[in-house]
């Protein structure tokens, strides 16, 4: 079975957020399972020809090699990829990112073809390569190259669909039919690439099995819930995992101290003390709470800021870390000064502080009101950080609520989303810190929280070979 793995971000080349871990985790994953993997990535600018010793196939190909066997592809054409930003600048995105993408999942069918790289399955990440299944059956319906070719669009996060103006269709040389009321691109006036994608697609999956629910629901679908509840056979749900190479406290070189389950009360503690050390925050024995994230009206810092704010008489400490939206960065940034030996805020990403921020904090911040699936409290399980979540997508699958009764689960969550109710279990999570005890087996069981990608892998490989068998689920 040969998989071509297309996303338009990846680790260890270039990365803006959880799509780049993912695409650059789950093919090694594939390859440990004997699954042939081909990957196609955009060469943009920051990938540098000799730091990732790539190879020039052609004008508009070069070649990189993964993990000493996986061949990556990298489309070139620096009209389009040689700029500062993958998506978009201070101004927002770039105007012709229908131009960029289009050129780049054109050029994954060129480049198969070229190179005779016969592939069993595409697989396609988002809206930047959902334009691959449609040529694959508009353009080359009747190539005999791509007779038994199959393809798979992962979505990542519905809210972001590549819309774009309806006067752009001509640049697609699609027919005009698909753009008229009802067909595959059409949305409320406007070009949807994610749309046509998913319709076109032979199978489409998603990164939890509570997210493909949600996403059948107006509430959650962004505009095409009726398009998930038409596709044939439904949207898969697997969950993502995360690479323990990077993450583990028993081998994270960028922590203050290394820690194991068996010694983690002390390894914690000086990793706390060193992050309220080098962040001007009082050496206290107060719970500490910590957030690595996006800044937007998603992730919840709305809530944080009000459910915190309103817990003046409680004795504990916040450090966040997060760059987006300026109005909440400001907010963020009066927050921190007004309580600067309580609070701490970092208008960046940097990620020897994001690891010790999982390392050195008591509990993980993740209120978002959808999420996908979310990679923070799965890290946050494996650091013994124990996370506070909202009920929604790939959150309920992988936090278990703690019960003070039989010490069973491993993080906090609250179904309700209003800063009361999140106030109301960071509150209840204080007094669970204050239990040493209790609140050691908490930690404990945090610990054996096991996210690996190997199994979801193992999924995956059901899931390709369900397609190419026409059998009906995995």
Same mark, same amino acid.
């Given at each position: 079975? +040969? $998989? ?5 971000? &990846? ?25 042939? $993997? ?31 066997? $996986? ?6 054409? @620096? ?118 994608? &998913? ?29 998930? +509840? ?12 995360? @690479? ?7 081998? @994270? ?7 194991? *389950? ?7 503690? =000086? ?26 009206? *998603? ?5 944080? =800021?009000?459910?915190? *704010? ?6 504990? *400490? ?34 020897? &502080? ?10 993980? =911040? ?24 909202? +009920? ?10 703690? @019960? ?58 059901? &899931? ?11």
């Amino acid at each position: 079975m +040969r $998989i071509a793995f297309c996303s338009s971000e &990846m680790v260890p080349f270039v990365k803006t957020g959880g799509l780049g871990d993912v695409s650059g985790s789950l093919p090694l994953a594939l390859d440990r399972l004997g699954i042939e $993997i081909v990957i196609f990535l955009p060469r943009y600018k920051q990938i540098d020809y000799e730091v990732h010793q790539l190879v020039k196939v052609d004008e508009h190909v070069s070649m990189a090699i993964l993990n000493k066997k $996986i061949k990556v592809y990298l489309i070139e054409q @620096d009209e389009y990829f040689s700029r500062d930003g993958l998506y978009g600048d201070i101004h927002g995105d770039y105007k012709d990112n229908l131009e960029r993408f289009q050129f780049f999942s054109l050029g994954v069918l060129e480049t198969i073809k070229k190179l005779n790289v016969h592939v069993d399955i595409i697989h396609c990440h988002d809206w930047q390569t959902a334009l691959i299944p449609v040529y694959l059956k508009e353009k080359y319906a009747e190539d005999a190259f791509f007779k038994n070719t199959k393809t798979i669009l992962t979505v990542h996060n519905l809210s972001f669909q590549g819309i774009f103006p309806r006067d752009k269709r001509e640049h697609l040389g699609l027919r005009e039919e698909l753009f008229s009321l009802g067909a595959a691109f059409e949305f409320y006036g406007m070009i949807n690439l994610l749309k046509a994608g &998913m319709i076109y697609s032979d199978k489409v999956s998603t990164v939890s099995k509570q997210y493909a629910k949600e996403i059948e629901t107006e509430e959650y679908g962004c505009g095409l819930d009726g398009v998930v +509840r038409s596709l044939k056979g439904g949207v898969e749900g697997i969950i993502n995992g995360v @690479d323990y190479k990077d993450w583990h406290p028993e081998t @994270d070189g960028l922590i203050t101290k290394k820690y194991a *389950q068996a010694d983690f009360e002390e390894g914690k503690l =000086l990793n706390k003390r060193y992050l309220q050390e080098s962040l001007g925050l009082e050496p206290s024995d107060a719970p500490l709470f910590g957030v690595v994230t996006r800044l937007s009206h *998603q992730k919840g810092i709305d809530l944080i =800021l009000t459910a915190t *704010q309103a817990l003046v008489d409680e004795d504990f *400490q916040l450090v966040i870390q997060g760059i987006g939206n300026k109005e909440y960065d400001q907010r963020l940034k009066k927050y921190a000064q007004d309580r600067s030996r309580k609070v701490a805020f970092l208008p960046n990403f940097d990620e020897k &502080m994001a690891h010790r921020i999982y390392a050195g904090a008591d509990f993980f =911040l993740m209120p978002s009101s959808f999420e996908p699936c979310g990679l923070s409290q799965m890290i946050s399980l494996r650091y013994g950080t124990v996370p506070i979540v909202f +009920r929604t997508g790939g959150l309920i699958e992988t936090v278990i609520p703690f @019960d003070l009764d039989v010490i069973h689960g491993d993080g906090f969550a609250f179904t309700e989303y209003t800063p009361e109710a999140f106030a109301k279990v960071i509150k209840k999570a204080i007094g669970v810190f204050h239990n040493k005890s209790t609140f050691k087996g908490l930690i404990a069981n945090a610990f054996k929280a096991d996210f690996r990608w190997d199994k979801s892998a193992l999924q995956y490989q059901r &899931m390709y070979r369900c397609l190419l068998s026409d059998c009906q689920g995995v």
